[in-house]
């Protein structure tokens, strides 16, 4: 796992920050934060989420959300045998007690996930073992990405102190 803070410049993370969290940005409700499940387990499992890109469907934020993908992906080195899969902005709100959602991974095959955070926020990424044991953590931070392994079970948790969670989600493919 790699992490890198201030990962954009300032000015465009400003930007980015202000168009995520604006009333024009449209957020679809997720029954089950991890999207695993058909139904909620229980009423703090659900989340927010808008799709960028997933197969051929684009949004309205794709652009914006593409070149934060392509910067990062510079950051990280990451070479050209990757392609950006999909961008998915996720947001969890507020909870009264703390909540881990279900351990999963992005896809069935290998890639690799780099999360952006866009807010400064409790409510850490976690990651297990085969057992679904924590074996790390990482704590949301704003302009922070991580890198790691797409095949490696994580799980997002839900802030109990700041109002909400917002992080991009970037699944990249080898080509």
């Known amino acids: 796992m790699d992490i890198i803070d201030n990962a954009i410049s ?11 969290e604006s009333a024009d940005f449209p957020w679809f409700f997720l029954k089950e934060a991890s999207g695993t499940a058909k139904g909620s387990r229980d009423n703090l ?18 652009d914006m959300s593409m070149a934060v993908a392509l910067l990062l992906k ?12 999909r961008l998915r902005w996720g947001m969890t709100t507020k909870a009264s007690q703390a909540w881990r959602n279900k351990p999963h991974t992005d896809m069935n ?4 996930v780099i999360l ?18 924590i074996i790390d953590s990482v704590s949301p931070k704003s ?13 997002s948790s839900k802030p109990t102190k700041s109002d909400r969670r917002i992080v991009l989600n970037i699944n990249l493919k080898e080509k």
């Not at 930007?15 to 995520?20: C, G, P, R, S, T």
């Not at 499992?45 to 794709?62: E, P």
Request: proline content about 1%; glycine content about 2%; aromatic content about 18%.
């Open 116 to 133: 952006f955070y866009l807010t400064d926020t409790d409510g850490d990424t976690y990651f297990y073992d085969k057992n679904h044991k």
């Open 45 to 62: 499992d659900y989340s927010f989420f808008h799709l960028a890109l997933q197969h051929d469907n684009i949004s309205h934020f794709y």
């Open 143 to 155: 302009n922070r990405a991580v890198l790691f392994d797409g095949l490696c079970l994580h799980s």
């Open 74 to 85: 510079d950051k990280f080195s990451m070479d050209e045998k990757y392609a950006v899969n």
């Open 10 to 20: 300032p000015s465009l993370f400003n930007l980015i920050k202000e168009d995520v």
């Open 109 to 112: 095959e290998n890639h690799m």
